[in-house]
């Protein structure tokens, strides 16, 4: 066993143990249908990525065990383990040590592995936790999102509008209305989906906001995020949306 000391803190867990734990609660079954789930095959998004077969409850309750016990030195090796449900069990950990130790330095941690948070899942767990709740306390750094959402990689813009999730849950709704104005000519469909998750959140809030902001820029949305915009709508103003039946201003 090695032990780390940092900040005062003893830290006993090392990342092979983390590994261990997940090996342990895999099944081949699992793996087959993650491999299915999150698109390896030829061509597809998620295209090399590896599967151990761990459910996600298991792996949250792997992460919990382990969180305060292993060091961000230790960490770094999971966040850049070539095994998926690796690197979500380290963001994971994460996640629980930002809400328990220095905010600072785990949320430049974060920035620093970006290139590793790369699935929607490993996105969508753990972005608007860290980076999102990070800048809401911290509004003179948000600009950073608006360079994230001009990267050239998928899963780093997903991050800058998926973000701004604990923005809209503080009702501050002006980030992620301009991210996603951004976002409307982005080519890829995990990008549509999320800028419209974003917006239906918006919704639950603000319904008349969303009403506005569609009308103004009905010309610009992607069809995908349009649709999961608008979910929360009754089907009679569904399907006014969807036929675009009203005056859109010029």
């Not at 003893?10 to 990342?15: D, G, I, Q, S």
């Not at 970006?114 to 753990?126: E, G, K, R």
Request: hydrophobic share 40%.
């Amino acid at each position: 066993m090695i032990v780390i000391r940092e900040n005062n803190i003893v830290y006993l867990m090392t990342a092979k143990e983390v590994v261990n734990a997940l090996k342990l609660v895999a099944t081949e079954e699992r793996r087959k249908a993650n491999e299915w789930f999150f698109k390896t095959g030829k061509g597809e998004y998620g295209y090399g990525d590896i599967f151990l077969g761990v459910t996600v409850p298991n792996i949250r309750r792997i992460a919990k065990k382990f969180s305060q016990e292993i060091s961000l030195q230790k960490l770094t090796e999971l966040i850049r383990s070539p095994i998926h449900e690796v690197r979500l069990c380290a963001l994971i950990i994460l996640v629980n040590k930002y809400k328990k130790e220095d905010s600072d330095k785990i949320y430049q941690f974060y920035m620093d592995h970006l290139t590793a948070i790369n699935n929607w899942d490993l996105v969508d767990s753990s972005a608007p936790y860290i980076v999102g709740d990070y800048l809401y306390k911290h509004p003179e750094k948000s600009k950073i999102l608006f360079d994230l959402v001009r990267s050239d990689n998928l899963w780093i813009r997903r991050i800058s509008i998926i973000s701004t999730f604990t923005f809209i849950r503080n009702n501050q709704f002006r980030t992620t209305l301009d991210l996603a104005k951004l976002l409307f000519t982005d080519n890829h469909d995990l990008i549509h989906k999320a800028v419209g998750w974003m917006l239906r959140e918006i919704y639950k809030r603000d319904a008349n906001l969303i009403r506005q902001f569609l009308i103004q820029n009905y010309a610009q949305i992607p069809r995908t995020t349009l649709r999961y915009a608008i979910e929360r709508m009754d089907k009679r103003e569904r399907e006014k949306y969807l036929k675009g039946d009203f005056d859109v201003p010029n």
